[in-house]
């Protein structure tokens, strides 16, 4: 080793030992964020749980094509080291019928943002503290008591079909459905009590490991039936049944029947994985989440369970939020890419942009790091550096310590966002206007 690179390493060494002096916190400060903290949380966690009447939380979205528009969202986990900005002013919109994939590098804040639309959170460090979710939901229609407001088959004549009921021992009307009605539901303004109207009947979730979201102890038969008959209202154990069974041959499961009455340990990878699919399509949902569907799977059955959203997309008239950091996945999948890198957006636009121009230096490197037919371990790309500590985030841009496009600005205030196409939009100075 050199004289000038032993200078250098000593000058890094003394660098590091500041910066980590500038990190360390006495008892006194620990305490003191703890009790900032705790009443913060305290105040959040009130709010979640608070009794308002549904006008409170209903809203109209910007654009009537959307299905979801997040916008400005803020979800943060209070530790007593400092706040984590997990999602810090994120915005971006799930058009029907679409889509939209979200990448970036682990912890980015791609799950938080996901459990944030399903406000599933872990309380109560974790919380979304400002910002809107708006969702445009199907909702059964409610009579005065609270009652779902049923639709009776008719016969030609226009007369109401009469059935028998063995309860009541009479003939009651015969029921073929019950009424929906269209809301804008703003999710992060809602109690969480009132979450039960969207999850699994309107918003689906697909979780990364089939077999920790499976209960061992249960059939599957038994899981995606308490599915049906905790949200299609009227429905019985029979039609439940009938559903899952219909569920599971729509997931491409050969033999239904045989995997209904099965527990999870008796199921490959692959199956239980699209078991999961089958839960979280049984009502029909109008969004899908699907956070990593398909990391812990191999090549053959990730391309199957690709296929299989593709399909189902288009089968129930869906939409999809699909996360995951293999860019391979989100080039087969996603109209529109959204970018994230430390809490925040970057870039977004539709997969074709993203794809043929990435413009941020971050999503330029990620493209590069994608390994070819062609690409040795020795040629590999990597992005050089780390993320920032999430809790002592700089002002100025957060890639800038690792950007090899830095100008004399990217010491200045973070980027805001340019647009460079209708629907292309860009987080960095590079692509500031004359007018900006
Ligand atoms: N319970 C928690 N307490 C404190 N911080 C948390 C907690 N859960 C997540 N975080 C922080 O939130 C940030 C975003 O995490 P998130 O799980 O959304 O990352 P991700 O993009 O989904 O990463 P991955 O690709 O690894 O799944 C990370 O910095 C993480 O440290
Ligand atoms: S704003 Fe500057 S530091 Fe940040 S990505 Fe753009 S060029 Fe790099
Ligand atoms: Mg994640």
Redesign the pocket.
Known sequence: MGVKDLLNRLKQNKEDKSEAKSHYLTGKEVREIAKANAKEMRRLEKEKRRKVPQEEFMSQMKDDNNILEIEDLHSY?F?DQGV?K??NGVTFSIPVNSTVGVV????????????SVMRLL?GP??QIVSGSIRFKAYDYKRDQDGKFVPIYEKDENGEVVQEFDPKTKKNVPKISGYEKVEAVYDIAKMPIHEMYRLRGRQISMVF?EPMTSLNPVFTIGNQLDEVVLLHIPGSTKESAKKRSIEMLNMVGIAMPERVYASYPHELSGGMRQRVMIAMALACEPRLIIA??PTTALDVTIQAQVLDLFNDLKTKINGSILL?T?DLGVIAEMADYVVV?Y??RIIEQGTALEIFRNPLHPYTQGLQKSKPTMKSSSDTLYNIPGN?PN?INMPNHCYFKERCRSCIDKCSGEYPCMHQVSPTHFVACHLYESKED
């Open positions: 986990f530790t984590v997990a999602v970036g590098e682990s912890g980015c804040g791609k799950s938080v943002t996901a459990m872990q460090t974790g990364q956070d990593e996360i950091h994230m430390a809490g993320v999430p």
